[in-house]
């Protein structure tokens, strides 16, 4: 059902010829000899806007997840080497124990924030228990004599 | 809905093609063959050269090949491919389009009725790109969305063009 203003409908019923009969019998021998013989299964893949889409989701995704892993939660960190609780816990005793020592404030903090930052890399630098025992990276131990 | 699924049609038809079916041209040519004719007569005003850029879209959408596979609006890309076909023809034979509508009249046959054959000398007056547009919305069916693509202009300018000619061809036939 077409809809329109009186012009359009005027128009409409006026109508266009159509082309001549003999134009699709034209067209078909001139059209018929250029068509290609078929195409490869990597041309349909190629030129398929459905494999474009894919490829185009699939690298998104995989710089979604590499960005998502750059994002910096403040100053120096990232997801990867945001300290743990038992962390917080040990550079707190590390700078309550500065603090009783007599230490200065900002000097207590300080030791606190190299405290953490330690304790945030276990692998890197070692580990040291609270009975005094030293875990090298290697995995070997040292006695705190 | 219908036009979703006269696409998927076409776009099936344009991949048998891009197989090497020969039957695929007849059955796009029976689908479109009198959209784009009308086309070309709006663009040429000849019925000789909307026949020759007919045939030479279905020559061309043919050995296109694989190409075809990446076509979403088949309609669409054929009519754009008659638009630059006419280009093409109009660059080559040095002639002003606004000049070429003069000569015929398009699609008047003998014994026309006589309200036909008015609307059909008010469109041969108007100029190409407003009796494109025309022929386009009214006769194919298009929207100006469409219609900006094929022609390659925007759609503000193609209803520009279509307000034109609509106030023209009122004033050409009277109704105002």
């Not at chain 2, 006589?114 to 022929?135: I, N, Y």
């Not at chain 2, 069916?141 to 759609?155: H, K, N, P, Y």
Request: proline share 6%; glycine share 10%.
């Amino acid at each position: 059902m077409m809809l329109g203003t009186p012009i359009e409908n005027r128009l409409r019923s006026a109508g266009l010829t159509g082309p001549p009969p003999d134009l699709r019998e034209r067209v078909i021998a001139c059209s018929v000899p250029r068509l290609r013989p078929g195409t490869t299964w990597a041309e349909q893949i190629w030129f398929s806007g459905r494999w474009r889409l894919a490829a185009l989701a699939l690298l998104f995704t995989v710089f979604a997840f590499d960005a998502l892993d750059r994002i910096p939660l403040g100053p120096g960190s990232s997801f990867a080497d945001r300290p743990g609780p038992v962390a917080m816990e040990t550079a707190q005793a590390a700078g309550e124990a500065a603090r009783q020592a007599g230490l200065p404030g900002d000097v207590a903090a300080l030791l606190e924030r190299q405290a953490l930052l330690a304790a945030s890399q276990p692998a890197q630098n070692g580990r040291v228990s609270i009975d005094g025992q030293v875990t090298l990276p290697d995995g070997g131990e040292l006695e705190n004599r | 809905m219908d036009a979703q699924r006269e696409d998927r049609r076409d776009r099936e038809l344009l991949r048998q093609l891009a197989g090497g079916d020969a039957a695929a041209i007849g059955s796009l040519y029976d689908r479109h063959a009198t959209a784009l004719f009308r086309h070309g007569l709006a663009l040429s005003g000849h019925a000789s050269d909307a026949e020759d850029l007919v045939q030479a879209t279905f020559v061309k959408l043919a050995a296109r090949g694989p190409l075809l596979l990446g076509v979403r609006r088949p309609a669409s890309y054929m009519h754009r491919m008659l638009h630059a076909e006419w280009i093409d023809l109009a660059r080559h034979r040095a002639v002003a389009r606004e000049e070429s509508i003069e000569g015929e009249l398009p699609g008047v046959q003998p014994g026309d009725a006589a309200e036909a054959l008015d609307v059909r000398r008010a469109l041969a007056a108007l100029p190409e790109r407003q009796r494109e547009v025309v022929v386009l919305h009214v006769f194919n069916g298009l929207s100006f969305r469409e219609i900006g693509r094929i022609a390659g202009v925007s759609t503000f300018t193609t209803a520009s063009r279509y307000r034109l000619a609509i106030d023209r061809l009122r004033l050409l036939l009277g109704e105002r």
